[in-house]
């Protein structure tokens, strides 16, 4: 069936340092969000890309929508230790239906 | 508002009985998701309801497994006859699934251990 791949699987960072991760889906999307889920919690919205190229910025979070609309990345600056957790992307795939990718776990090391 | 509830928040069964899962979205919204997942993995998708659609069961990974969406909200996940590679945490998710931004809002989840 119609996926969302995510990349890497796992990261553990130093604090200060940067982090990437990177969603690619085998279809276009008409959108894609981006969620976080801390250790032990559930997974919290935030933020949705919808235009083709579209990036957005939330503080030391910048989020990219690839020019085709099959690919996105979510890049942390300066990482911090509030920062982790495990990060999914999600696609609207199969009609409405919002598929998650495997997720990104973050660790970061103080 | 309230957002979406879940419960039991911990549920502790014998092999071979079965469990109920309750969710309550938020009101309004119109799909339903249930996910599970296990200790450090991804999100593993069950079943979607949408409106008054049949719901997409493509996620359900035996016929143990059944849900129900009554009156378009409360949801109930059911197990029957438990096994141990069924613990996990199930997670319920809700949105306004036509309009956007329609992201989904998670309940805390079930966290369930079979003996």
């Known amino acids: 069936g119609q996926q969302v791949m995510q990349i890497p699987q796992y990261q553990h960072v130093q604090e200060g340092e940067d982090f990437t991760t990177y969603c690619n889906s085998s279809t276009t999307l008409s959108n894609i969000q981006w969620y976080k889920q801390r250790p032990g919690g559930h997974p919290v919205f935030l933020i949705q890309l919808v235009k083709s190229g579209e990036v957005k910025k939330q503080k030391r979070l910048t989020f990219q929508f690839g020019e085709a609309k099959k690919n996105s990345s979510l890049h942390i600056t300066a990482t911090q230790t509030t920062d982790v957790g495990t990060y999914f992307c999600a696609g609207p795939l199969d009609g409405n239906k919002l598929v998650f990718g495997a997720g990104t776990i973050l660790r970061v090391k103080s | 508002g309230a957002g979406v509830s879940q419960s039991p928040s911990n549920k502790v069964t014998e092999k071979g009985k079965d469990v109920e899962l309750r969710c309550d979205p938020i009101s309004g919204h119109t799909a339903l998701y249930w996910y599970r997942q296990s200790l450090g993995q991804g999100l593993e998708f069950l079943i979607y309801f949408q409106g008054n659609s049949a719901p997409d069961k493509s996620g359900l990974p035996s016929d143990r497994f059944s849900a129900e969406r009554t009156g378009g909200s409360v949801s109930t996940l059911t197990i029957q006859r438990t096994q141990q590679e069924d613990s996990a945490v199930y997670l319920c998710?809700?949105?306004?699934?036509?309009?956007?931004?329609?992201?989904?809002?998670f309940g805390p989840g079930t966290r369930l251990t079979v003996t």
């Open positions: 998710a809700s949105s306004l699934a036509h309009s956007t931004p329609y992201e989904q809002y």
